[in-house]
């Protein structure tokens, strides 16, 4: 079955793999040295985020199988902006996202909660010199958010994650 412009669960594969690379760098300072680099593995979680939930509301270009994760280089998020509730709210993609809800309930966790607490993470940590970026930070509940929204994008198309590094 072929379909146009916007398909209710596709993800983008290619903002997609962009927020796992994003997210593989997160942790590979989270493990290695995280006391030196703690602002900017914040600022990668933070933008792995972004990019993992505007990668589930995509328009696509061309007529693409409705079972495929659209790979092609002709496609674009919906969503604009850097607060993560608002990307949230904003996104039309309403099944991919109750699904995203029903995961991080069974993990004990509101998707809508973590997104408000860390919605301005990224812009403010990305200029660390900013007095912006000067406040406390929860490393250990922007990193669960961003593991668990990739788990839950995978879940939803019932596919089994990959090694992220």
């Known amino acids: ?13 290619r903002i997609f793999r962009i927020a796992e690379n994003t997210h593989a760098a997160a942790e590979l300072i989270y493990q290695e040295d995280i006391n030196r680099f703690s602002l900017q593995a914040i ?8 990019l993992y939930l505007k990668s589930t509301d995509v328009k696509v270009f061309e007529n693409i199988a409705s079972e495929e994760l659209v790979l092609d280089s002709e496609v674009a998020s919906n969503l604009r902006g850097h607060k993560l509730d608002s990307l949230l709210k904003n996104n039309k993609n309403i099944f991919l996202i109750e699904k995203i809800k029903i995961y991080f309930e069974k993990n004990n966790s509101k998707i809508e909660d973590d997104a408000l607490k860390f919605r301005d993470y ?6 660390g010199y900013e007095k912006i970026s000067g406040h406390p930070y929860d490393i250990t509940g922007v990193r669960s958010l ?10 939803a198309h019932m596919m089994q994650p990959k090694e992220l590094i």
Do not use: P, Q, T, W
């Not at 600022?43 to 972004?50: D, G, I, K, M, P």
């Not at 990224?122 to 200029?127: G, L």
């Open 1 to 13: 079955m072929k379909l146009n412009s916007f398909i209710d669960y596709k993800v983008s594969g």
């Open 43 to 50: 600022c990668f979680y933070a933008l792995a985020c972004e």
């Open 122 to 127: 990224f812009e403010h940590s990305r200029y």
């Open 146 to 155: 961003c593991s668990n929204l990739r788990l839950a994008i995978y879940d």
